[in-house]
């Protein structure tokens, strides 16, 4: 994907599927100035290239009766690559956490977890977080507001 050469429509095309993807390449192409064909020809292209890893649903928590989100930060007691498979493998397996970030610095691990409201987040991080092999510190932020913004495209 490095010697991808990008030029401006393109990346107005990667900008209209990033706020929507269920745009159809006539539309994008109207949009854009281009025909149907030469749209979906470079949306493409640039799926081909890797540009585009998953297409989802970016749902919403809150109408699903998720109303709390936690960021936990997981340091784990003990470092060692079967420590950090085993830990990965266990925590993958918990559905209420939508993320999981392998990361440099005070933790080992950065989680993002759903509940549907504090006493089921206690619940989950009782039962299921802090029972997951190695975990040693945990640090939890609870989030008030987001605010997605697109990438630097």
């Known amino acids: 994907m490095a010697d991808l050469d990008l030029d401006d429509i393109d990346r107005a095309l990667i900008r209209?599927?990033?706020?929507?993807?269920?745009?159809?390449?006539?539309?994008?192409?109207?949009?854009?100035?281009?025909?149907?064909?030469a749209c979906w020809r470079r949306i493409q292209r640039l799926r081909a290239s890797g540009v585009f890893r998953t297409q989802r649903l970016d749902l919403d928590l809150q109408a699903l009766g998720f109303g709390v989100t936690v960021f936990l930060g997981v340091k784990l007691a003990a470092k060692g690559r079967v420590s950090l498979?085993?830990?990965?493998?266990?925590?993958?397996?918990?559905?209420?956490?939508?993320?999981?970030?392998?990361?440099?610095g005070l933790y080992?691990?950065?989680l993002r977890v759903v509940a549907r409201d504090i006493?089921?987040?206690?619940?989950?991080?009782?039962?299921?977080?802090?029972?997951?092999?190695?975990?040693?510190?945990?640090d939890a932020n609870v989030l008030l507001?987001?605010?997605?913004?697109?990438?630097p495209i």
């Open 119 to 138: 006493s089921d987040f206690e619940r989950v991080l009782r039962r299921r977080v802090m029972t997951l092999p190695g975990v040693g510190n945990i």
């Open 85 to 104: 498979e085993d830990f990965e493998r266990a925590v993958s397996a918990i559905p209420e956490v939508q993320t999981v970030e392998h990361v440099l």
């Open 16 to 37: 209209a599927l990033a706020a929507d993807a269920t745009q159809s390449a006539g539309a994008l192409g109207r949009e854009l100035g281009l025909s149907q064909p």
């Open 145 to 151: 507001s987001e605010e997605r913004r697109p990438g």
């Open 108 to 110: 080992d691990y950065r």
